[in-house]
């Protein structure tokens, strides 16, 4: 095997989803389907798309719907063989069929660092990507596929950034740019959530990861940050203390499902993409603003 080739990653999704309640009370934010196919789908197919062939989801309590989904249903494929329901059971069996799927769970969720860390065992030596379970990346070349490839070049851990509006920053990690070659950064530091007027820059990390492993001497240390939680980020930027740590501005435009309004806006324009809802989507929300417009008059 070519030692920069990733061949493992992490779907971190034992968190609580507090921005999604009631919703996420007793189904997973990772499950909410964007269209037709849950949320989490989408993201083991880009890590699958680029190449990677074990894929450890990290889950906790309530969780049990994503290991269901992933796995044979077997009930369901004899009723829709038995009913020559040819399609759907094609559609159905694909999601057990995508890659070699393993699960640890979290027993608390302590933070993004504690899950990523909780499948240290899993991920051994290797270098590693991490798709964080509720960012899907619309892209040409799949998200974690760029950051891969820019890692076979640097062979140094690599982040995959984007710019954000300076009024969200305080929600991101985000980097403070050293200097810059393209679309790569060299990165002075890795700050979480900093307040607005502290913001180094605004480019923030937006789910996608390729990390070495070494990162694990770190995230073992269990050091708790903003908001109390074990945070990545922290990790990453001691990391980048020891050795070089590269920012990489992906191209593509990702998606933030754990967020309502991110959720309702990326079901929208998924919704208008579909040859099938694309019409009647369209009529609908043609009537629905007429209708609005007139409740004013
Ligand atoms: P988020 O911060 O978006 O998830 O973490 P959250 O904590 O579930 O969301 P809110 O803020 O309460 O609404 C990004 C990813 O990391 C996972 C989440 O499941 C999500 O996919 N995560 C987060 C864990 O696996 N464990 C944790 O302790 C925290």
Redesign the pocket.
């Known amino acids: 095997m070519n030692r920069h080739q990733i061949k493992k990653a992490i779907i971190?999704?034992?968190?609580?989803?507090?921005?999604?309640l009631p919703a996420t009370k007793a189904m997973p934010?990772?499950m909410l389907p964007i269209v037709d196919k849950p949320t989490i789908q989408y993201i083991v197919e880009e890590a699958v798309e680029a190449g990677i062939e074990d894929i450890i989801i990290?889950t906790?309590k309530g969780k049990r719907a994503i290991e269901d989904h992933f796995d044979h249903a077997f009930e369901l494929e004899h009723l829709l063989l038995e009913k020559q329901k040819l399609e759907w059971l094609e559609m159905v069996r694909k999601s057990s069929k995508l890659a070699n799927i393993h699960y640890i769970r979290?027993k608390e969720?302590?933070?993004?660092g504690?899950?990523i860390w909780c499948a240290r065992k899993f991920i051994g030596e290797e270098p590693f990507a991490v798709l964080?379970?509720?960012d899907i990346v619309r892209a040409d070349q799949p998200c974690i596929k760029q950051l891969a490839d820019i890692f076979a070049q640097v062979n140094c851990s690599v982040v995959g950034v984007q710019e954000v509006p300076i009024d969200d920053i305080s929600r991101y990690g985000v980097i403070d740019p050293l200097d810059r070659e393209g679309s790569l950064y060299r990165v002075r530091t890795f700050v979480e959530k900093p307040p607005k007027e502290a913001a180094p820059s605004n480019l923030a990390i937006m789910g996608r990861y390729i990390l070495t492993a070494d990162i694990f001497d770190f995230l073992s240390r269990h050091e708790k940050g903003a908001g109390g939680?074990i945070q990545l980020t922290d990790a990453i930027q001691k990391l980048n203390e020891r050795q070089t740590v590269y920012a990489y501005r992906f191209e593509g435009k990702r998606y933030d499902v754990?967020d309502k309004l991110g959720f309702i806006t990326t079901t929208l324009e998924f919704a208008l993409d579909n040859q099938e809802l694309r019409a009647p989507l369209l009529h609908y929300l043609q009537q629905l603003l007429q209708a609005k417009k007139n409740v004013g008059k």
């Open positions: 971190p999704a034992a968190g609580l989803g507090t921005r999604f934010k990772e990290v906790g979290q969720p302590l933070g993004l504690h899950a964080l379970g509720d939680e754990g």
